[in-house]
């Protein structure tokens, strides 16, 4: 939920961005990055989680919206990159990074973002 704290520092007279549902702080951040993008004109949305399967997991996944060419080609471009570098890297050559990326209408942040290719990491 930092981003919709962020962008209410940022952008203090556009609730229209941030405070999309106002009791809601989990809600609003997943509708405030697609809109913020908007605000900046931003060619694509690249969102980071850190919240891993649990405690046994490793690895990453990168996902767009399913149906989305444009998103879809810059998600396969992030993770077969990720693959070649993170398991070049001496320790990590059995890390899991899943290529190519994974297709979902799970995730808000992809779904509502239309006008640029969308991808969470």
Known sequence: MASVHHISRL?????????????????SDIVARPRYA???NAKAIISLHTDAGGPSATGTTVYYHEGRVAS???ADAIACSM?????????????????P?????????NRKAVEVPAVIV
């Open 72 to 74: 879809k080609n810059l």
């Open 11 to 27: 952008l203090p007279n556009n609730r229209d961005i941030w405070a999309a549902f106002p009791k809601d702080d989990y809600k």
């Open 83 to 99: 693959k070649e570098i993170i398991n070049a890297t001496p320790g990590y050559e059995n890390f899991t990074v899943k290529s």
């Open 38 to 40: 908007r605000k900046v």
């Open 101 to 109: 990326a994974t297709s979902s209408t799970e995730y808000g942040e």
